[in-house]
Each structure stands twice: as C-alpha cells, then as structure tokens.
C-alpha cells in the first residue's frame, strides 16, 4: 500500500521516479500490468528470504573516473530485498488514463548545459523540478515515463495546507483504529484518498508553467567533473548520461529523485543501525459483509486485532474483549509474532481498498504472509471477496543512515531518505520541503564558488544537524516498533494516540524539534502502562539505536546547528540546543531510576 496507514508512502523506485532501474530477472513478469483489469488469477507469493536468490543486477554508475561505487550492506534491503520481484511487479503497472510527460513537457536541448538535472520523475521529482522552474533555473528532467500507480492516502489537512485538496478523490471525516477486542480509538482527523491522475496533472502542468523540460529514459551512469576539469573551470558540468541517447545530459548540480535504487549513487553515514523495511499487501475489490463489520463512513486506519488467527469463519465480529476463545485475547504463543494490521477504504458501495499492513519489521515481513492474514482476516470477519480489481504490493525501507554531505551529487525525496523511519511518511514531506529544497539548490547556484562546494550547502540544508537529531529520534522509535510483540504493540499504540494532537500529530508529519521530541518522549513515557515504559528504558539504555540517538543529540557536530541554511520549518538556537542535551540526559537519568526501581 502506497497509501500508508500512518501516512503517505513511496515504494524504493516509486514507478513513476524508477529511473536508476536495478533489472532482475522475474520469471512471472510479463510487460505491464494495466490497472483496471481483474488480476485475481495473479499469485503473489513471495520466496522465503532463506531460498531466495538475489539475482545480479546490470547497472553501471559513476561518480568520477577515480571513485569506485561500493554498495554498503543496506542496499540491497532499500531495493526490496528477496521481495524484489513483487516490488517491480508494482511499478511495471500502466494506466491508459494518464497522459505521457513526453506529451506535456518540451523535450531536453541536450546541446545547453541546464542550471540543476533532475533524476526521476515521480511526485517528489516533479515538484521539486517545478518549484526550481518558478525561481527561474534552467531544469532538465530525466527519467522513465511512467504514470502514478500507487494507493496514496493522506491526511486531508495536511494536502489542504499543501493547496492539494483537490486531487483528493474522497474524504473521511474520521479514521478509526482498533488495538484490542472492544477497544475502538476515533483519532478526530479527517483522512483522504490521493486521485494519482489528478496529482499527476497538477504536478506536470506546474512543471509546463514553469518551463521544466523533459527527456524519457534510464539514467545508467553519472559523471561529475574530473578533477582536472574543476581545477580549469570550478563549475564544470557533471553529465548524466541516457541509455540510448548518444549525447549526455549536462548540468551544473544534479540530484537523484529515483528513491531506494539511488542509493547505488550515494554515500552515507555509517554509524546507524541498518535498513528495516514496511510492507503491505492490498486489494481493491467488489466485496460483501463491509458495512457489517465497519463503519463504512469512516476510514479504517489500524486494526491489529488478531481476526487472522484462531477464529472461524464469521466469528469475529462476535469477539468480546477478555472471552477470546483461545484465551489470552488470541495471544498465546505469539510473543515472537511480528505484528501486523487491516487498513481499509470504503471507496461507495461494494467498492473497498483493503490492505494487510506491517508498519515496521527486519527483516521485512513477506508479501505472502500478509496476502494470507488479509484473506485469513476477511474469512473471520464474515467479508467476501467477489471481484478484485487491482492488487498492490508495497515496500517500503526505512531507517539506516543518512547520506554524507561531502558528495557531488545530492538527491530529494525518498532518495535522500525523506521517509519517517517510524511511520513510512515520505511524498507529504518532501511536497511540503520542495520549495525549500530549491530554494537552496537556487542559492547554492548562486553563492557557491564550485559545482563541489554547491553540492555540500545543498546538503547541510537539506539535513542540518537538527534535522539529522529529529532524524536519530525517529530511528529510535523504529527500532523500538520492531522489537514490540502484538501485546506490546497494541499498548503503544493506545499510548500514542492518548497524546495532545500537538504530539501524535506532529511526529506523524516530521513536525517536531529535536526538544518538541524530548517532550513527546516524556509525555509518552507518563501516560505509558509499565511494560512500555521498561521497554523505553531498556531500549534507550541498552540498544543501539539509543547510543546512536545520544551520539546524534549530545556530541556530533553542535556547532552545525547553529547555521541557518533555510531549508524545513525548524530554526535551532543555543538555547535550544543546550536545552536538548539537558533534557536528553535528564531522561536517561530517569529512565535510569525508573529501569533500578522495575528489577
């Protein structure tokens, strides 16, 4: 599900941003796959990671003639890993109702050198390319010529603050979400559903307005100046060359908006903890028994009780909290079951997206599974399925390290790892950056004496080192996610949306500073049951990924902080830093006493 139950996702190549294709060979794919047609007769079974074997992918790339491309260790999970085949299987979809970019945007002068060469062509890509177009650079973008496949759901203020309201093709007053038998939590937001055509158009014709021009194809390899090149022009163009095309795109600074697969052409940070991964499996289908067992008014935002397992047919919606028939709410012997849950669109009479979805696991939890506890899921709730019209696989990689800021080549969107590590939120978050990404690729452009030292101001303003704090956060919670058995889960969850709207709200939308996150921590922390708060204190304590979260708040390059580079909402003061490493080692401290006082 591209439409993410805590948010709007991007797979790793969304299909429309699958420029830097990594190709496999997939026995079961054959073409495209259209969009409306009944795809019932599709199996999609996914491989255990044990047995599956990663083919070798045919792709070159460079970053200059002396600098060899090494993948680190998370590449291959920030491209699907051993579900690869299914991921791409998304993204080779077609949609006959939307219309070539090549049929809207003028075509690439190859002969010129564009001011910024932007490298896929999926939300994050157009609107970053449009937004550069406005300020008036020269932009030329690259990449396959694809339509938007995915399921986007989104929070409807969030687009109406965006001025994207109407490419949202329905709306729910409320999103509700069910942790445990009897327990239903009406969140008080309203949710809606992304019309691809629609924000597709919107997104071109900004770029047509803006004099944004377009060359269709596969960028293999990527060239920055030599060094000898530099040392007689600082500003020499890197090349960005075009399967099929004789003539290389040239440009003054060029940036990767092709998500997962860009890895290949970036460097990153390498104290981190790893890549995990979220995946979902969902059908649009002409169903019976909905309305029967939700509230066809409202969107179904969590389900995570336990209907997959353990309950015949029917017999769900009969459950009471405490009277499982398994006992122990269904519960027993699933302490190292990895968690997952029913996200739901009533889409109007029979009409319903329904996906079965793992917020966040490592490694990630295959397709099959999930395809399984879907169906399993509808089976107990009395829901039959009658016709599907569309299936959709999911993945999602998040977390890792973020990339280095000393490289020639920057990157935006999911590329750049704009995907909440907690949640999967990405294509709201890099919209909502989008004119500030440009506006320092502009400035950059501007100011910087070299294409080199342009590079390096894109990224510090892209990720300050407040950002990078906010970041580290974000990674912890993940972390922890993976980690919660359903139980566990269930009690976070509840937690979570017992905060102020301020909290739950903000660190859904990436909103929250490095010290608005401290207070989100301790707010959780007071209002959690204890099993939560020794979990919290055991995982800050003792995980790596609490060490790297102190690393990242108290020692790593403060004095960034205090450089205002005008990208994102959040502008760091002394204050506000000293107050975050006091606050920081208040916690610990605390959770210190709290950990002595539970053993």
């Known amino acids: 599900?591209?439409?993410?139950?805590?948010?709007?996702?991007?797979?790793?190549?969304?299909?429309?941003?699958?420029?830097?294709?990594?190709?496999?060979?997939?026995?079961?794919q054959s073409g495209k796959l259209p969009l409306t047609r009944n795809r019932a007769n599709i199996t999609a079974q996914a491989a255990s990671p044990s047995t599956t074997q990663q083919t070798s992918?045919?792709?070159?790339?460079?970053?200059?003639?002396?600098?060899?491309?090494?993948?680190?260790?998370n590449q291959a999970n920030r491209e699907?890993?051993?579900?690869?085949?299914?991921?791409?299987?998304?993204?080779?979809?077609?949609?006959?109702?939307?219309?070539?970019?090549?049929?809207?945007?003028?075509?690439?002068?190859?002969?010129?050198?564009?001011?910024?060469?932007?490298?896929?062509c999926g939300p994050a890509g157009l609107a970053l390319a449009a937004e550069l177009g406005k300020r008036g650079l020269k932009v030329a973008l690259i990449g396959h010529d694809s339509p938007f496949v995915n399921n986007y759901g989104v929070w409807r203020d969030?687009?109406?603050?965006?001025?994207?309201?109407?490419?949202?093709?329905?709306?729910?007053?409320?999103?509700?979400?069910?942790?445990?038998?009897?327990?239903?939590?009406?969140?008080?937001?309203?949710?809606?559903?992304?019309?691809?055509?629609?924000?597709?158009?919107?997104?071109?014709?900004?770029?047509?307005?803006?004099?944004?021009?377009?060359?269709?194809?596969?960028?293999?390899?990527?060239?920055?100046?030599?060094?000898?090149?530099?040392?007689?022009?600082?500003?020499?163009?890197?090349?960005?060359?075009?399967?099929?095309?004789?003539q290389p795109v040239r440009c003054k600074l060029a940036t990767l908006a092709s998500g997962a697969t860009a890895g290949r052409l970036l460097k990153y940070e390498t104290d981190a903890p790893g890549v995990a991964a979220q995946t979902a499996y969902g059908i649009e289908a002409e169903i019976e028994g909905y309305t029967d067992a939700y509230d066809p008014n409202s969107m179904l935002f969590m389900d995570f009780r336990r209907h997959h397992s353990g309950l015949y047919p029917g017999t769900a919606r009969r459950q009471q909290f405490g009277k499982h028939p398994n006992g122990a709410q269904g519960l027993w012997g699933t302490e190292k079951e990895t968690p997952s849950f029913l996200y739901a669109m009533p889409l109007g009479g029979n009409r319903v997206f329904l996906e079965e979805t793992c917020l966040v696991a490592k490694p990630a939890l295959p397709f099959a599974v999930l395809k399984r506890r879907l169906l399993r899921r509808c089976e107990a709730l009395g829901i039959k399925i009658k016709e599907i019209h569309e299936e959709e696989w999911s993945y999602i990689p998040t977390g890792g390290a973020l990339p280095e800021s000393n490289q020639p080549v920057t990157a935006f969107g999911a590329a750049a790892n704009l995907v909440h590590p907690a949640t999967g939120?990405?294509?709201?978050?890099?919209?909502?950056?989008a004119p500030a990404m440009a506006a320092a690729l502009a400035a950059a452009l501007e100011e910087q004496p070299s294409s080199k030292s342009a590079a390096k101001f894109v990224w510090d303003a892209l990720w300050t080192q407040e950002k990078r704090r906010q970041a580290s956060f974000h990674v912890f919670g993940m972390e922890l996610l993976c980690k919660l058995d359903l139980n566990n889960t269930a009690d976070f969850f509840t937690?979570?949306?017992?905060?102020?709207?301020?909290?739950?709200?903000?660190?859904?939308?990436?909103?929250?500073?490095?010290t608005d996150l401290l207070g989100f921590a301790a707010a959780t922390f007071v209002l959690a049951p204890v099993g939560i708060k020794a979990k919290l204190v055991s995982h800050l304590l003792t995980d790596p990924a609490g060490q790297?979260?102190?690393?990242?708040?108290?020692?790593?390059?403060?004095?960034?902080?205090?450089?205002?580079?005008?990208?994102g909402n959040s502008t760091v003061t002394t204050t506000g830093v000293v107050g975050a490493m006091i606050g920081l080692v208040a916690m610990q401290q605390l959770f210190g006493i709290v950990l002595q006082s539970t053993s």
């Open 1 to 28: 599900m591209q439409s993410s139950a805590l948010g709007l996702r991007v797979p790793p190549g969304n299909s429309a941003a699958f420029t830097l294709i990594i190709k496999h060979n997939v026995p079961h």
């Open 57 to 73: 992918p045919s792709f070159s790339s460079s970053l200059s003639n002396s600098d060899t491309i090494n993948l680190d260790p």
């Open 80 to 120: 699907g890993s051993y579900e690869a085949p299914l991921v791409q299987l998304q993204a080779s979809k077609e949609d006959a109702e939307q219309p070539s970019i090549a049929s809207i945007l003028p075509t690439v002068d190859a002969s010129t050198v564009a001011d910024v060469g932007i490298v896929g």
């Open 158 to 246: 969030e687009f109406s603050d965006l001025g994207l309201e109407k490419c949202l093709d329905f709306v729910w007053k409320d999103a509700i979400c069910y942790f445990r038998e009897g327990q239903e939590v009406r969140v008080g937001r309203a949710y809606g559903r992304v019309c691809r055509r629609r924000l597709r158009e919107e997104l071109l014709q900004r770029c047509l307005t803006a004099g944004v021009t377009f060359l269709p194809g596969e960028v293999d390899q990527v060239n920055p100046p030599t060094a000898s090149a530099m040392a007689e022009n600082p500003w020499s163009p890197t090349e960005l060359h075009v399967k099929g095309h004789a």
């Open 425 to 433: 939120y990405s294509i709201a978050r890099s919209l909502r950056e």
């Open 495 to 514: 937690t979570f949306f017992a905060l102020p709207n301020m909290f739950w709200r903000g660190f859904l939308a990436s909103k929250l500073s490095s």
């Open 548 to 567: 790297y979260l102190f690393r990242v708040y108290l020692g790593k390059n403060i004095e960034q902080c205090e450089e205002q580079v005008g990208v």
